[in-house]
């Protein structure tokens, strides 16, 4: 059983920075097909792809996060981070980690199975 832990939101003033933590247990990263991603969910909007990470290496990031927002891996490849930069109001959302070990492309948000339980981050203007 795949368990996803997120850690490291909070509340900051526009501008600032967060870096997100993702602990991953019961799946090893390391010689296997996976693509791992950060999601965000607004209230009354749709869960959103912010950022992902393939087996492949392969990143892809939305367009409103893209040169501001970055993923990583640690060297294990079992704890996925998000470092988040100059952060703006509309980046308020919950933060949700997700994996899926079938493919070694990131598919669409809803094939994942696995989740975390999310992680708040407020931007104040």
């Known amino acids: 059983q795949v368990q996803l832990v997120e850690s490291g939101g909070g509340s900051v003033q526009a501008g600032g920075s967060l870096r997100l933590s993702c602990a991953a247990s019961?799946?090893?990263?390391?010689?296997?097909?996976?693509?791992m991603g950060w999601f965000r969910q607004a209230p009354g909007k749709e869960r959103e792809a912010v950022a992902t990470?393939?087996?492949?290496?392969?990143?892809n990031y939305a367009d409103s996060v893209k040169g501001r927002f970055t993923i990583s891996q640690d060297n294990a490849k079992s704890t996925l981070y998000l470092q988040m930069n100059n952060l703006a109001p509309e980046d308020t959302a919950v933060y949700y980690c997700?994996?899926?070990?079938?493919?070694?492309?990131?598919?669409?948000?809803?094939?994942?199975?696995?989740w975390g339980q999310g992680t708040q981050v407020t931007v104040s203007s």
């Open positions: 990470i393939d087996s492949r290496g392969i990143t």
């Open positions: 997700a994996v899926d070990l079938t493919r070694n492309w990131c598919p669409p948000v809803q094939f994942f199975p696995y």
């Open positions: 019961g799946a090893s990263y390391t010689h296997i097909i996976y693509c």
